[in-house]
Each structure stands twice: as C-alpha cells, then as structure tokens.
C-alpha cells in the first residue's frame, strides 16, 4: 500500500505526525510552507524530525513529482491537519501546490482522499466547501475527538482522530479504544 500523507499550516500538527507513525506501507510525505512554520510552534520536533518518519519526501512546490499524475498510484491521501485555505483550494479545484494537486489527483482518479480540517467556529464558505468536497466521496474528518474512551492525555486525543482516520482506510490499530 502507499499513501500520501500532507501535513498544512492548521493547527494540529501532532495530528499528521501520528498518522504517519502509524500508516504501514510506503509513505509519501509532504509539508506546506506554513505547516513548516507552524511546527516549532506546537511541537517539540523539527521539520527534518517528521520528514525523517516518511519513505518518500516532496517539497510542496514540487509540480514535477510523480504524485503530480494519475499515471502514478497510490492508495489514499490524508491532510491532517487541512487548513481552511488547502480546503479551499482543493474543492475549487486550484492546484498550485503538489498537495492541492495530489488532492485533486486523487477525486479524479476515486481515490480515498481524507480531509482533518481544523477550525472553529466554521464560516459558512467552510462548511460550503466541506459539502461540496463531501459530496464527490471526500471523506472530511473533522479534529473533533469523542471522549467516550476516556482519554487521559493528549496523545490519547491525538491517538482518537489518527485511530478514526485509520478506521476510514480499514486498518487496524489499538489507537483507542472501540464503543463495544
Ligand atoms: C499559528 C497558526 C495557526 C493556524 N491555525 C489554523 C487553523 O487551525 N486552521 C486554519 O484553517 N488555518 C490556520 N492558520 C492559517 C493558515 O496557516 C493559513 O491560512 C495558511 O495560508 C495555510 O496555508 P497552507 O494550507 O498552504 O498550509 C494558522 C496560522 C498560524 C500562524
């Protein structure tokens, strides 16, 4: 398997770095300018530390990269976090950057693409643009952690959303612990 994992200059940066720790398989890595910015800031990690936990790494800017077509295969992208501005840009359908390209790529091509968005409280140009992405199978998966499994720390917030965004690509993990 292999996945795309896009992390962008929303708040919850850890959200990425867990999902990226967990995904087996080959990953492909990229960070935008502003996630990059935005690390220092929320984590204790460098940018070279995230990129040290992917297969493959590509600079945002990067429009040659093979992820660029729908020639080459992969099985599902994650944007985790998605600012409201990569959100934008995806369901417009504007791809300058190899993240919103990659997006788009993957609803032309009926890939898995999920969507972590993170803002609060959402302006109704957000919640337009989550409909319309939702309605061509984008699986918006907000940063909105349920609390049912008692978590105790932060990473066991953190470890809710990566483990529901892992459910969303059927693969099993101990990430939280289930409704039963
Ligand atoms: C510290 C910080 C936190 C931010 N958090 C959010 C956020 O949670 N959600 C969001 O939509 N934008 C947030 N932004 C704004 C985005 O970073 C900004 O819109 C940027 O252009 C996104 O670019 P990107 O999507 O290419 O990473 C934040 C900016 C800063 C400086």
Redesign the pocket.
């Known amino acids: 398997m292999r996945y795309v994992v896009a992390i ?5 940066i850890a959200y990425g770095v867990k999902i990226l720790k967990e995904l087996p398989g080959e990953r492909i890595l990229i960070i ?4 990059k ?2 690390i220092p ?2 984590t204790d990690l460098s940018v070279n530390d995230i990129e040290q936990l992917a297969d493959i790494v590509y600079d ?1 800017h990067d429009l040659f990269a093979c992820i660029s077509s729908g020639s080459y295969d992969f099985d599902a992208m994650v944007v985790a ?7 934008a ?1 995806i369901s417009s359908g504007l791809s300058d ?1 190899l ?1 919103t390209r990659a997006a788009a790529v993957a609803i032309k091509e009926s890939r898995k693409l999920i969507l972590v ?3 609060t409280p959402k302006s109704a140009i957000m919640l337009e643009n989550e409909l319309k992405l939702a309605r061509c199978g984008v699986t918006i998966l907000d940063a909105n952690p349920g609390f049912y499994s008692k978590p105790q720390s932060v990473d066991d917030i953190i470890s809710f959303i990566a483990g529901r965004c892992l459910d969303q690509l059927r693969m099993p993990h101990s990430l939280y612990r289930k409704w039963e």
């Open positions: 962008t200059g929303a708040s919850g935008s300018d502003m996630a910015k935005i800031y929320e945002d976090p998605c600012s409201s501005s990569t959100l840009k950057t993240i968005t993170r803002e």
